[in-house]
């Protein structure tokens, strides 16, 4: 499995960026995918959910301001990021997982991750 995360970069605090990833190699047809974040020093947090079933879940801290997105015939994920802060500064990783009946299941597999700064 390869995931590919692009669009990262540098946004002034209230600005927007969009992160995609890529994936292949996933033969699966039900999954979710997650975006996570991880600054140093801090523990790595699940920014935002989705899978084959359209759900959706955000962190407190990004509802209204993150949406994420999956397109699975093109087999591309997206977190539209907007009203952008300072403290959404992280390295973001997308990761895929397979569903099963009513829940994500077995390990999660990485992106490489990208970096997201925010200047204030």
């Given amino acids: 499995v390869r995931l590919e995360e692009t669009g990262g970069g540098v946004a002034q605090a209230g600005g927007s960026l969009k992160l995609s990833c890529e994936f292949s190699g996933w033969s699966q047809s039900s999954y979710c995918m997650q975006w996570f974040r991880k600054v140093p020093g801090k523990d790595r947090e699940g920014v935002a959910r989705t899978d ?18 999956l397109d699975s015939d093109k087999r591309t994920l997206e977190l539209q990021m907007n009203n952008l802060r300072p403290e959404d500064t992280a390295t973001y990783t997308c990761a895929i997982k397979a569903r099963g009946p009513g829940a994500c299941t077995g390990p999660w597999f990485w992106g490489q991750g990208i970096p997201v700064t925010v200047s204030a």
Avoid: A
């Fill in 52 to 69: 084959t079933t359209g759900k959706t879940s955000y962190m407190d801290s990004v509802k209204g301001r993150f949406s994420i997105s």
